[in-house]
Structure formats: C-alpha cells, structure tokens
Nanobody
Framework: QVQLVESGGGLVQAGGSLRLSCTAS????????MAWYRQAPAKQREWVAT????????AYADSVKGRFTISTDNAKTTVNLQMNSLKVEDTAVYYC??????????WGQGTQVTVSS
C-alpha cells in the first residue's frame, strides 16, 4: 500500500509563490510517477505536472509551464510543486497522485490553494 500526504496550501496574493509538498509512505518502491492535479470549484479535475520518479523527466500543462516546477527530494519520497507568479485562476484544490507498478493509482487528500487579486 501507498499513502500520500499533501501540505503547503494556503492563501496568497496574485503574483506570489507557494510550495506544495506530497510525501509518500508505504510501498514507495512501487511508485513509477508522481503528479499534481487540481480542481477548481464547478470544474473538472485537471492535470498540472508529472515527474518520473526514476528518470526525473518532467511534464507540465501549458497553463502552468514556466511558472510551476515539479521536483522530488533525494530520497524520491516527496514530490514538491513550486508555484510562482500565481494567478487568480490557479485557485483550486491541489491533489497529488502516484502511479504504481504494475498498476493502480493512489490519490492524496488534497490541499487548498487560494490566490487573491
């Protein structure tokens, strides 16, 4: 089993920065990729960024490219999302997701990010 715990959400003014963290525990070795998603009120959940836990390869949604950076710690058990130049439209609940080998996904509980104008 894998458990994910997110932290780091909060309230920030537009143009500011926040750093989200997601720490995995349990069968961490089974995790292939870790990703961040977000869901704004009355909208569908959307993908934000992904990092391959072994290669370090990253990918970003166009809406956050150049502003957000996904990374892992040395132990590769924590994935961070550094969010800079935040916009009001970045307001959402942010979720961490781990994709496991040979299959299956695990989601965190979510953390609220609110960007004020």
């Amino acid at each position: 089993q894998v458990q994910l715990v997110e932290s780091g959400g909060g309230l920030v003014q537009a143009g500011g920065s926040l750093r989200l963290s997601c720490t995995a525990s349990g069968s961490v070795i089974s995790i292939a990729t870790m990703a961040w998603y977000r869901q704004a009120p009355a909208k569908q959940r959307e993908w934000v960024a992904t990092i391959d836990r072994r290669s370090g390869t990253t990918a970003y949604a166009d809406s956050v490219k150049g502003r957000f950076t996904i990374s892992t710690d040395n132990a590769k058990t924590t994935v961070n999302l550094q969010m800079n130049s935040l916009k009001v439209e970045d307001t959402a609940v942010y979720y961490c997701k781990a994709r496991r080998i040979p299959g299956g996904e695990v989601w965190g509980q979510g953390t609220q990010v609110t960007v004020s104008s």
